[in-house]
């Protein structure tokens, strides 16, 4: 199934110097949502991947659970899509973040 993509491969730009992935569901890269929620898991070692899951937080559990609606993307295309995330990805392993109600990320403790 092709995808219609937000942003054009034209439109990304190098905000970031990482050639490391990411993962993240199509309410942020074909609907164009703002990312709202944000976790860092430890990173697959086969792979160059960051470790950073990026989800618009409205997804269901059964939209998640359909693997079609998630792609892995490099760290720096989705920074496009939503430059807010930029601050944050240096953080730890096993930090999550949610858009609170101002438009500001904060720590997401649940």
């Given at each position: ?10 439109d ?15 309410r ?14 430890e990173?697959s ?19 998640l659970?359909?693997e ?21 990805l240096?953080?730890?392993y ?17």
């Open positions: 199934m092709e995808k219609n993509y937000k942003l054009k491969k034209e990304i730009r190098e905000l970031i110097d990482s050639e490391e992935g990411c993962i993240a569901t199509d942020i890269t074909v609907d164009g949502a703002k990312v709202g929620f944000m976790y860092r898991e990173p070692k086969k792979y160059p991947d960051s470790g950073w899951r990026f989800l618009a937080g409205d997804e269901t559990q059964e939209y659970d359909n079609n609606n998630s792609e892995i993307y490099k760290l720096n295309t989705i920074c496009n899509y939503d430059p807010d995330i930029i601050p944050y240096d953080s730890e096993g930090v999550a973040f949610r858009r609170n109600s101002r438009g500001k990320f904060v720590p997401d403790n649940d």
